[in-house]
């Protein structure tokens, strides 16, 4: 069943649910789903309302330009997004394939809100992989003595996918401020350590120096601050002293690719809004 | 600040959000938090909307009459509850004493939404325990000998004490089917295993001798159906073969106590509502 | 590092350690890891200990001939396990392919203590999915009207391929006892749900039925009685009054996947021993 | 049932266990748990044996001055703990009372394998809660003015406990560097963020602001290093958006009131080694 999502933020006002749903009302929108919240801190009001596409009495035309009306008066940030449109995900991945092979098999399996239609990668090793799930594949090194150039040619890559959506499935090269922000909000990194622990390099490693007793990933959008966007999800797994640096890399994979999953899969269905550096994820 | 809380069920129809939020607008009334929830297989709409009680522009009386007029049409069971009024909490214990004492201690730190009027056992242990809280003290002994006239003894003694909400802190005896009745989706139970696993008698024995690798606590709504009723809250803690029945009894109690304060919080935040033989928990 | 895996179930009596580690000390063995377990209800001792292959002063015959008096002394059960000949691991499946590809995409990157050697099914929909990685794929349907005749070719099919360990990936089909005979210890299932909750058939419907806030997956050795078999792991994953049977069946494969994997993966590694109708995993 | 428990930590060496597990059994000493670890970093290995007191058949002087040449041999640190002899514990509180009252309930159920001799604390706050459980409180206040002074008194004040080990049970004021080198390795703490994140003060507001999805808390040993002390035990709790930081401070304290008594339980089980600033938890 098709749906259409209504995303909403604005400065919290006096009867902001009765107006949205009295004009959904009025075009005749049957709600599956609805959710509120109010940032008490920013004073900022959210909404995600799921309408049944075909239960509107008019055009999404009419119904945007009349909408635009309400959105003017209170100010509000929003978008309509139609589920008939699959979202256009990007997979970017380096050697490690763990996160990659999840996304891919779940892709494949129609669990996925949304149509993957690459993985690009800095180097050859997923060609195979994303070959068997007839993805299409581009590698775009990235070299130390042209590291410039390069990433200029992998920016134009991620540019000509057309993208809705990318996600760093481990890809571990840092993103040039200008895609950061030229995809502001739609750029989805998996870090493997519980942020903000472990901000940077071989999280695992510092994670058995330190001896913790729980590791975790984190699913976050991707800013020009390293590691520093909003989070969207994260998750953790007990370790002990008998596991080394290694034994948590490994049993981290398990978690990471279930949180990317998971966080990417809250962003595809439209339930992440972002306010200031956090998510509100209406799950 | 003080709340009036709007809890509604009934019969999934169109334009319900907008009908009630555009009444609550229109005497004024600013929400603070709203939940919804369609049940799609009983087709039947559950509502919790949290409205700051000053905010206003009518007597609680007025408001009351005028919604009834929306209640009738939509067929609604509905309550308007008061946060300034607070529950009346009567706990029934034994012997063992980890979730009376975890209780006591919340109320006498304020952290529930309600007031401890009692505790109520079959025993006299816990007697000073409650005493040292303030907390009037009553036993009824339950015994083998004159358990039907110790079971009336009980009931009276419930009723005695006026309870909003009964909560069995490991009571360990049978209720009998007319105080659950009585005081339908009132009365709380934790149960010590991780429902509908080891219904009945000594789950974490039979716990041990199954083997498995988490046991679990269940804090549920009591019916005349013993430990059927709706859940409410649960969850786990990890064991392993080293782990005796009784090593298990231990460890569960920490979850027994955390999991039955979580569960009679939402009660006393009016999060929870029924919906046949389950829980809406709007948390 | 190749290494001997000496592991050991025996009544308890005084000294077992001593007189183990000792042998093992003068046979100039390197222990790497240790590990002990009294089972105080059955008075049995089980032991698990690594050592390094290269460190033997002796031919493993040797060693084994000579272990062999003190095992018969102590009226042991034991075997020496050697990691350098990796287990055949026939993986069996039906229609749904998470718990298959996760396997198979972890046994390509060489995470798994074993050799996938092939995989079977009652359908042919995983077909190309096995040959993607490479690995035999054989289908024996199971039909209505030809069941017997059916179950006698799959048992057949599953003999041939010589497997060490049989992994029931969701396989969704009774396994006739002289095969559960023939495999004592050795077929792994998974099921999807928190045994011994919901043992049969559709636990996850059975799960929204119910109103339960957490479901969770099983994975255990299969024995003749249906999900009774010895527990070797379990895990959870919370959900709420929003989330439907199906969107349970979702979220469920995540944990049946992972605590498949894991599962596989302690009997792969020789952590797991079994003392009546329960595991001890060294973990 | 009376234990003696012998700790040892030495550099690697080839039949070790052999050698103290061939000591304990000439010496008639009955083996009811052993732990063995080899740090492999640090090529050191450690060992935890409990062995009941009553089958060594010698005094345990003479078993100590016999093991004292093995131990000579091996250059281990070793101590052997009697559990007839119980543990001192002195907590240390300040105003919020979850954690002291949680441990002081448990000293009075006897969960603890310990002994609570006082609680004490810069407020009066707590004292009334420490009568009820008969245990004796001391206020020693820590003010901005008198500060260096206070910290003599408290410091003082402590020693005169005679505490075999110190809780500080959210008693949030700095312990001065003498203090934590005469009780080095005896003074556990609880901090309310899951370290390394948000190491220092306010850790919910700090993990409220960053938007984490979990909070935690963290039970260490005190050093001199502010939370960078050897960690025993961590735990941690789902949040999200609509979470304030006022709301996960007070989820946060059923999680510092659970994590921290486990760490102490290992303790007192003499369960934890360490090694160099990481712990060894032979749970």
Redo the contacts between chains.
């Keep these: 069943m098709s749906m259409h999502r209504l995303l909403i933020s604005c400065p919290d006002a006096?009867?902001l649910?009765?107006?949205v749903?009295?004009f959904?009302?009025e075009h005749?929108g049957?709600?599956?789903?609805?959710h509120?919240?109010?940032?008490?801190?920013n004073k900022r009001f959210f909404m995600r309302i799921e309408i049944e596409s075909t239960s509107l009495s008019c055009s999404i035309e009419d119904f945007q330009s009349d909408f635009e009306i309400i959105a003017k008066t209170y100010n509000m940030v929003w978008y309509l997004n139609d589920t008939s449109k699959l979202k256009r995900i990007l997979i970017m991945g380096s050697k490690s394939?763990?996160c990659v092979?999840?996304l891919l098999?779940r892709g494949h399996?129609n669990?996925l809100e949304g149509e993957i239609i690459g993985v690009l990668s800095n180097h050859q090793r997923l060609s195979k992989l994303a070959s068997?799930y007839d993805v299409p594949f581009k590698q775009v090194s990235i070299e130390a003595n042209t590291k410039e150039a390069d990433i200029v040619s992998m920016t134009q890559a991620v540019i000509d996918f057309k993208p809705d959506v990318v996600v760093l499935a481990r890809y571990m090269q840092i993103i040039p401020q200008d895609l950061c922000k030229h995809f502001e909000g739609k750029i989805i990194n998996i870090h493997h350590s519980?942020?903000?622990?472990?901000v940077g390099a071989n999280p695992y490693k510092r994670a058995a120096?330190?001896?913790?007793?729980?590791i975790?990933a984190t699913c976050h959008y991707v800013t020009a601050d390293l590691d520093e966007g909003?989070?969207?999800?994260?998750?953790?797994v007990?370790v002990?002293?008998?596991d080394?640096a290694d034994d948590m890399k490994?049993m981290g994979q398990?978690i990471e690719k279930?949180t990317l999953?998971k966080g990417l899969q809250y962003h595809l269905e439209d339930r992440v809004l972002t306010?200031n550096?956090?998510?509100?994820?209406f799950?």
């Design positions: 006096h009867g649910v009765a107006k749903s009295q959904i009302f005749n049957n709600i599956k789903e609805a509120h919240h109010l940032d008490d801190l394939s763990h092979a999840d098999h399996e669990e068997w519980f942020l903000p622990s472990f120096e330190r001896g913790v007793k729980l975790g909003p989070i969207i999800e994260q998750d953790v007990r002990d002293h008998a080394s490994k398990d279930i999953a306010c550096n956090k998510t509100i994820v799950s």
